[in-house]
């Protein structure tokens, strides 16, 4: 792994002054494959110190237009304790892998996306992520760096940033043992401390089922006050 690939999008970022996530968020890497349709379901639940509950899910529809470009549409919806099920956006994303296999192994790429909000869950969103992800001896490692901006009359100003990371080792046949971890800095316009802050981490396990379907299940624990105190999500992806 060359130190230039690894640490451009970090550098990229702090560049821009910068130090976005929900349980059923994902660490994804940059793969594209031509003429491949994805469909995509995700279920999450958070609970909070008070111990209120918000349950989330998600439909996904992918689609590679060339071994380089991807589109995506995601449907999200909510419900939190008390209150009845709504949708929180849809989104409309846009994939690019800039490089696959180089001479250090690594593959990268980015994500552009379109965050439509429903007219009472606030401004729209646009944010730019980077994908990447590389294997060293037994163990894939994956990280993501986003930076997003809100626009729309209810927009507010500033730069909200996130980085997600994931470890896998292989399991038993096609499955992958891991853990992986959610960083959500906020607003770097008022960047608030640690506990302020959303961070995460727990194990998760996926794997193939067979040929065309693959599943996700994983655990989320708060690591400082802001964040939810558990969260559980689980993923079933079906590829043709």
Do not use: C
């Not at 590389?134 to 894939?140: M, P």
Request: charged share 25%; hydrophobic share 40%; aromatic share 12%.
């Amino acid at each position: 792994m060359t130190p230039t690939r690894v640490f451009i999008p970090f550098l990229a970022l702090l560049l821009l002054d910068l130090p976005l996530s929900a349980t059923n968020a994902n660490v994804v890497g940059p793969e594209v494959k031509a003429e491949r349709w994805q469909v995509e379901g995700r279920v999450g639940w958070d609970e909070g110190a008070d111990g209120r509950g918000t349950y989330r899910q998600r439909a996904h529809l992918d689609y590679g237009l060339s071994e380089a470009w991807g589109v995506r549409i995601v449907w999200k919806q909510l419900k939190r304790e008390g209150k009845d099920l709504a949708t929180a956006s849809a989104d409309f994303e846009l994939k690019y892998q800039l490089f696959e296999d180089g001479e250090d192994g690594s593959d990268g790429g980015a994500k552009l996306v379109y965050s439509l909000a429903d007219a009472d869950s606030g401004a729209d969103q646009l944010s730019l992520f980077w994908l990447q992800e590389f294997i060293f001896e037994r163990f894939l490692f994956r990280y993501n760096l986003a930076a997003a901006h809100e626009v729309g009359e209810a927009s507010r100003s500033g730069v909200k940033a996130q980085a997600r990371w994931q470890v896998l080792m292989p399991l038993h046949g096609r499955h992958r043992l891991g853990v992986e971890m959610f960083n959500n800095f906020g607003n770097l316009r008022q960047l608030a401390g640690f506990d302020d802050q959303s961070h995460r981490a727990g194990p998760v396990l996926k794997g193939r089922v067979a040929d065309p379907l693959t599943y996700q299940v994983g655990l989320l624990f708060g690591l400082s006050e802001a964040a939810p105190d558990l969260g559980v999500k689980g993923f079933l992806i079906y590829s043709f």
